[in-house]
Structures are given as C-alpha cells and as structure tokens.
C-alpha cells in the first residue's frame, strides 16, 4: 500500500486506549480550559484520524508563514495549507498562559466537551500582516466576502502552539456513524478489500450523472481496483446541500450505476476552506494518507465564486508542488458535459468534432430552481433516483 506523506506509517493522534482516554479524560478536568475555533477543532478531528500525519500539533506563526510562501514547514515538510490554534487575546488567561497543558473543548458540540490535549510549546502574537500576508498567499484573494477568508481571519491575533493528544471524533461519529472514517479505517477497508489502485473522488455536492462518469473514467484510465468517494462532513457555506442528504443520494446512485463492491463510501471530519489550489493539494495529501494511489481533480476543484479559474487546481501540482513531495498522482478530470450526439456523458476535450450546441449545459441556479418548483431534473443530468432525494430536500426548505 501506497506509504504516507512523510511517514512509513501512519500517525493517528486519537487516543484509542480506552483506560489511556478516560485518564487524559480525568486530567483534562483539572487543566486549564479554552474554547477553540470550528477550524481548530476540526483540524484536530483530522490530525486525530491520522489524515495530517505527520503533523503532531498545531503549528507555530514561523511555521505558518513558512508555508504560507513555500508550502513546507521550518523543517522542510512539504505542507500545503497553515493549521493554527488562533484564540483572542482575551482567552488567554493567566492560568492559560502559566500552564504546560490545557483542555481544548469543542465549540461544535452542545456543553462543548474536552476534544483535546495540548502541550503548550508557544504562545505568540499574530498580526495583521502576518494574517493578511497567509491569507493572499493560502486563498489567493484578502476578500471577506470568501468565506474560507473570513473563517480564518475572524479566529483571533493570539497563536497557540504545540502537540495534542485527541480525545473526541467530535459531533463526526455519531452524527454520521455509518459514513464517517478516519484515515485508518479507511486504510483498513482497502486492504480489507484487497485493492491496490485506488481513485479518490473529493466532494462537497451531491454526485451528479458528470460527477459518476468522471469516476468511472479515472477508474477505468489509471486501471484502479477500486473508488474511494469521500465526502466532507464538517460546515459549509450557507447554500450548500446538508452531508445527510448528500450521503443519501450518493449511497442511492453507487447502489444503482456502479458495479457491486468497486466503491467505497466514507466521508471526513472538517470544515470546507473554499482554498481552491492550496486545498486540491490538502485533499490529495488525505488521501494519500487514507491510502489512494489516485485523486481526481476536476474543474473549479475545491474552489467558491470567480476566485480560482476553472483549472488552476490542476496547474498547481504542475507549476508549484516538487517533483516527489507526494506519491499519490493526480487524475484531471476536463469539463464534462452529455453530448446530444453520443448520448453519455464526455470529457468536452476528448470530442473535437462537438459544436457547443452538441452539448446540454445546467447551471446550479436552474438546478436549483427546477427542484424548489418540483421538477424533475433532465435524466442527462441527474439519475432520477438522486433527483428524487435532492427535490424531496429543496421542496421541505421552501415549505419551511
């Protein structure tokens, strides 16, 4: 099996000794106490699941900005994306900054319970420059109307550093028990499944007839055994369709369209960047630590409005990621869209004799706008069974 980034193996921070948990439990009562950001915690769901290895804790203002300009850390890892513990300066209280060790708990779940451990390696200001100059290099834009943008800099000015001990798969676990995987699970059910070549597919939407297509090209193209769909769980822009429905009408659509036992449905525990380049190189480092040999990157992959062009996801592991930082490879999914000529879905480059007449094109507000009146979505589009699901979700928000 593929190896993980930068490890022979893999390096979970969830701590699965249920005596070693309750004990760290006992001594997180009795530690100082600070309430993290949804970005920290989910950061630390991931760093948990071992999808982060080799990571063993937030990282330092030096180490961010190291990335920020380089994406490798101080030590010379190649990382894509800054991971912070950023609080207000209000929250670092007295007892806080005079501890070796505090409780982190969960701004995501009701009482917000100890998520976490941390060993407190450095407490250090962040300024304004510093912030904006990572925010233009990570999100390519200082925005605040992006909401990647304005989730990072709306933490604090107030950088806690250190290693963790995890204690929780937050809300993840039980909200989702059937879908949510850690990188070692994941691992596990592929060698369970005696696969070797593994395609990823990253998703935040419902799948669509161009999103199965592309699937089983890349399968098909790279020769895989099998697909890992791998769905994001955590917070979205508002807009966006909820993980439960989302995982309905996938399960609904592999059940149907695909070959029996050749894809793996999972999804992970964390919040959307919108970080378009930066975060397709994030998503294939998941991946490669989830143990897929392939990921596909498609176009607009991980990106939000006209911030990104369409491909600039896949120019960045050409232009900008060094030859060997990561093993797995990339697949480049093109536009796809049904050819009225052929009948199926195509990648649009791979049909030079198609005018853009030959083509059906929907928007995702006409999409939008056709399941909110109860429509059925063109069978090209949509399989009817995902439609079904998607209109039954778009009919009882405009009900209630």
């Not at 190291?66 to 912070?84: C, E, N, R």
């Not at 040999?293 to 600039?312: M, W």
């Not at 059906?360 to 090209?380: C, D, H, I, M, Q």
Request: hydrophobic share 40%; charged share 20%; glycine share 8%.
């Amino acid at each position: 099996m593929i190896s993980p980034h930068g490890a022979q193996e893999l390096k979970p921070l969830y701590v699965d000794d249920n005596a070693a948990r309750e004990a760290l439990l006992k001594e997180a009562e009795g530690l100082p106490s600070l309430l993290i950001s949804s970005p920290a915690a989910t950061a630390a769901v991931m760093m948990g699941g071992g999808y982060f290895t080799p990571l063993t804790g937030y990282m330092t203002v030096a180490d961010a900005l190291s990335i920020a300009d380089s994406m490798k850390l101080t030590s010379g890892l190649f990382w894509p994306v800054p991971f912070m513990n950023i609080v207000g300066s209000d929250q670092v209280t007295p007892d806080i900054s005079g501890a070796t060790r505090i409780a982190l708990r969960d701004p995501n779940v009701e009482g917000n319970p100890v998520l976490a451990i941390q060993e407190i390696e450095g407490i250090e200001k962040i300024t304004e420059e510093q912030i904006t100059h990572i925010t233009e290099k990570v999100f390519c834009t200082t925005e605040k109307d992006h909401p990647g943008v304005a989730a990072f800099t709306s933490q604090g000015d107030t950088v806690i550093a250190g290693p963790i001990q995890v204690l929780s798969h937050s809300y993840f676990k039980e909200s989702f028990p059937g879908t949510y995987r850690t990188a070692v699970e994941i691992r596990q059910m592929i060698m369970d499944a005696g696969w070797e070549k593994v395609v990823a597919f990253q998703t935040r939407n419902p799948m669509h007839r161009a999103h199965e297509e592309l699937c089983k090209m890349a399968k098909e193209a790279v020769n895989a055994d099998g697909i890992l769909i791998h769905m994001l769980l955590g917070k979205l822009k508002k807009g966006d369709i909820p993980a439960d429905v989302r995982d309905a009408s996938i399960r609904k659509m592999v059940e149907i369209y695909f070959p029996p036992n050749t894809v793996l449905i999972t999804g992970y525990g964390f919040d959307m960047l919108y970080a378009g380049p930066r975060e397709a190189v994030l998503h294939a480092v998941f991946r490669q630590n989830a143990g897929c040999t392939h990921l596909i990157v498609g176009r607009d992959h991980a990106g939000v409005g006209s911030y990104y062009g369409p491909f600039d996801a896949q120019k960045i592991f050409k232009d900008e990621v060094p030859n060997g930082a990561l093993k797995i490879e990339i697949f480049e999914g093109d536009h796809t869209a049904w050819s009225k000529k052929l009948k199926k879905v195509v990648m649009m480059s791979s049909v030079a004799d198609h005018g853009k007449e030959d083509f059906l094109f929907l928007s995702g507000t006409k999409v939008r706008e056709l399941l909110a009146n109860g429509e059925p979505l063109p069978p090209e589009f949509a399989r009817p069974e995902v439609a079904k699901i998607l209109m039954e979700y778009y009919q009882s928000e405009e009900a209630g």
